[in-house]
């Protein structure tokens, strides 16, 4: 069963613009990470984030986490045509099974 | 970082054929894998859990007996597609978490299976 709704589903920006993604999941969880998908290509690490962590950052990459709400944000900074891609957060629940669950993605897709 | 790989990448078959996918993780062991399923345009599904020797667990909704997994080794999984249909044609991926508490879970690069 899918635990995470992303929003948008898609997302259209000219470069150098900002791209935000959110993601809201239905349980709790030990951490939630973010992964970047090219078309038919393998998932691209991008950051973990605990769930006793509020925000992180790598390179111009933000995530924030609220627990109390059930939701995280991706914020890409000074888009790039190289960021076109599909963008999952995935959850691994507190149940101690290690699994995780993807949500639904967002589609980005950067104007040159 | 750690390594996970599938094989074959990508595999075409009739219907009514088995194909075996492998997920193998290079350079850790891992006593727990996953397989996840992802249709075009869609996210990852998860179909089961691998649990080194033992029986894997499915999520609800995938059919153990057309999905056969065997984890017979910290570093091997692999999973059979029985009777493969067209409807069976998706990406594959696995993920191998690393053995010990706090193991990280790496991806592989998936399989196209293709069922004509």
């Known amino acids: 069963s899918q635990q995470g709704e992303e929003d948008p589903q898609a997302l259209s920006i000219q470069e150098g613009e900002n791209a935000t993604m959110n993601c809201s999941y239905k349980t709790s969880i030990n951490n939630l990470q973010w992964y970047r998908q090219n078309s038919g290509r393998g998932l691209v690490h991008l950051i973990l984030?605990?769930?006793?962590?509020r925000e992180k950052h790598s390179g111009r990459l933000r995530v924030t986490l609220d627990t109390s709400k059930k939701s995280s944000s991706l914020l890409i900074t000074a888009s790039r045509a190289a960021d076109t891609a599909s963008y999952f957060c995935a959850t691994s629940t507190t149940s101690g099974t290690y699994k995780y669950i993807f949500g639904t993605g967002t589609r980005l897709k950067v104007l040159a | 970082g750690a390594v996970v790989s599938q094989h074959p990448s990508w595999v075409i078959c009739k219907s009514g054929t088995s194909v075996k996918i492998e997920c193998r993780s290079l350079d850790f062991q891992a006593t727990t894998m996953f397989w996840y399923r992802q249709f075009p345009k869609q996210s990852l599904m998860l179909m089961a859990t691998s649990n080194e020797g033992s029986k894997a667990t499915y999520e609800q909704g995938v059919e153990k007996d057309k999905f056969l997994i065997n984890h017979a080794s910290l570093t091997l999984s692999t999973l059979t597609v029985t009777s493969a249909h067209p409807e069976d044609s998706s990406f594959y991926i696995c993920s191998a978490r690393r053995s010990g508490i706090g193991g990280e879970q790496f991806f592989g690069p998936g399989t196209r299976l293709t069922v004509l």
């Open positions: 984030i605990r769930s006793n962590e």
